[in-house]
């Protein structure tokens, strides 16, 4: 018999439906069940593409002898991390307490049954004790009891706990403190001391891709190069990442688009989940390293993920699902392997030694007996060899390419998990809007604009913002970072294309990001706001983490719809967030790369331009000031027959002989600008070049 995940609307809770452990979703008849009965609760927190989560469900929760230990001794809740961020932050917050590391997933927590306060914490464990990890079975039995026979000692802990969770992170808030410019040169040296000279990247193994301390970087070479001093060391390190992300096994060679991480140290074998947010941040860093000229070479990755996302993850109505699962046919990776055989048999001859020189199939396996591909040799190494240049090389690889996609379409493909949720969308709306405008690709664009009207259709209804919407149906309350990123993502379609719906729908959010979650005190914004449900904490997220820090968006966001529409409250609230989050931002800049980005805009503000004109003349313009990278230029084309203009706006007036521009930093406004050269020449000023 199905248990009662069966009725929910999560892809990853009707994985567990047929368990036979009771499970529960969180929610008022678990809680008051553990209540009434004195069970400490068993909290298990996973996601659908989580291939650890599967294992341990494989073993222990589609077991009936576990699951009879489950049953006796717990209420059992099963949590979708991507549908609950609120429970899954603090928990995983209290993991990284309990046990002083990070957590991941699966997140196993055991909880008390009258105020939820967890005494334990671990990720997977095995049925039967293995690798230094106790069986779960014995496990839960010495756990069950520690509640009943050691009460006072959990009682004792949870009350050291429970300040820690909710103090809202290390030192923040702290009053007295002033904040200052001096974090944006700091970080470079933070960033460059962790950097694998090698192999690009951060570290060893596993190896993640870390998109946001990257983008910093750009930002700093950006600067170096506008001021006439380039940094060589951080434009390698740049070029070096993006290069080995792009060509090894991180980037999926056949299909596009990326792998979450990559369990050794080259990039060369990933864990084979695909995350719609891990596209959003490859994609944003990709798309502006490209237009920068950069990494030009790029381009080829960034179009072809953008056409993954198109063809395997866009729902028909606009939005975009959340993940691809790493297994199919109950192996990781069997959906992108291959063995020399199989792409023989798919290519003509010739075809099949371009691609085996290329790829290194001539080489050993490197995955279980097979090969997931990546670049072994680049298409300039080879072309001699093939009598060809490295642009007939491109070409065969991209037939090449197109072949072994129709025969890897006819496989058992990976489960793919359909919610759309909110915060995700919004990174890669944000993400294509900017690279559809720096790079001429209306489609792009298009894409952006269509997911960005999903979510106002499906997920905004009232004048509130949901953060799921799974079978056209919108649930759960929206947290601190769908607002966020979903206004960052407005502010970015704007500056594609003129909507006065687009800038209030900004306004209503930047307003509820105030009205909600705003700390009046201490500055910053909550994760979960005012009215949402209580829980044993209430996060102030300071930190980055797989996704930007929610406060450090909000804050430059802020900024600029502020300083745009002149309205005071926002910048005020965006100044009180880097007050709170300054002894985290000063005392560990490589933490907080998403605030810093808050920090630069209020200390070193980028020019806003506002264009208005009609016709071919506008967008020659909007085409030159956005159509180009400057990491911090705001363009926004206004048609000169727009009504009802916010009062800042309507002040930059139309011109009856053609377009006129306002140029602004900060609060400094030059005179309007009516020549094209002139114009052109002013923008030259702020925009590196790295040819």
Known sequence: MPNRLASEKSPYLHQHADNPVDWYPWGPEALTKAATEDKPILLSIGYSACHWCHVMAHESFEDEGVAAVMNRLFVNI????????????????????????????????????????????????????????????????????????????????????????????????????????????????????????????????????????????????????????????????????????TTRGLYDQIGGGFFRYSVDARWEIPHFEKMLYDQAALLGLLGDAVAAGLLPEGGGALAASIGFLARELRAPEGGFYATLDADSEGHEGRYYVWTPDEIRAALPAGDYALAAAVWGLDGAPNFEGRWHLGVRRLPVEVAAGFGLDAAAVDARLDAIRARLLAVRAARVYPHRDEKILTAWNALLIGALARAGRLHGRADWIALAADAHAFLREHCWREGRLYAVCKDGEAYQPAFLDDHAYLLDATLELLQCRWQPDDLHFAQALADQLLDRFADPKKGGFHYTPVDGETLIARPKPLWDDALPGPNGVAARALLVLGRLLNRIPYLVAAEKVLKWAWPGIESHPLGTTTLLGALEEYFRPGTTVVLRGTGEALQRWQQRSSGRYAAQRVTIAIPDDAADLPEALALRSARADGPVAYLCTGTQCSAPITDFAAFEAELAQQEPSFG
């Open 78 to 245: 099963k949590v979708d991390r991507e549908e609950r961020p609120d429970l899954d932050r603090i928990y995983q917050q209290a993991h990284q307490l309990l046990n002083g590391r990070p957590g991941g997933w699966p997140l196993n927590v055991v909880l008390t049954p009258d105020d939820h306060m967890p005494y334990f914490s671990g990720t997977y464990f095995p049925k039967t004790p293995r690798h230094n990890l106790p069986g779960f079975p014995e496990l839960l039995e010495r756990l069950a009891a520690v509640w009943h026979e050691r009460r006072e000692d959990v009682r004792s802990q949870n009350a050291q706990l429970g300040p820690a969770l909710r103090s809202g992170g290390p030192k923040a808030g702290v009053t007295g403190y002033a904040a200052n410019p001096a974090p944006l040169e700091e970080v470079r040296g933070a960033i460059l001391d962790k950097l694998d000279a090698e192999n690009g990247g951060f570290g060893s193994a596993p190896k993640f891709p870390q998109a946001e301390l990257f983008a910093r970087l750009l930002r700093i070479a950006a600067g170096a190069r506008l001021a006439g001093t380039p940094d060589t060391q951080v434009e390698a390190a740049v070029r070096l990442a993006l290069a080995s992300m």
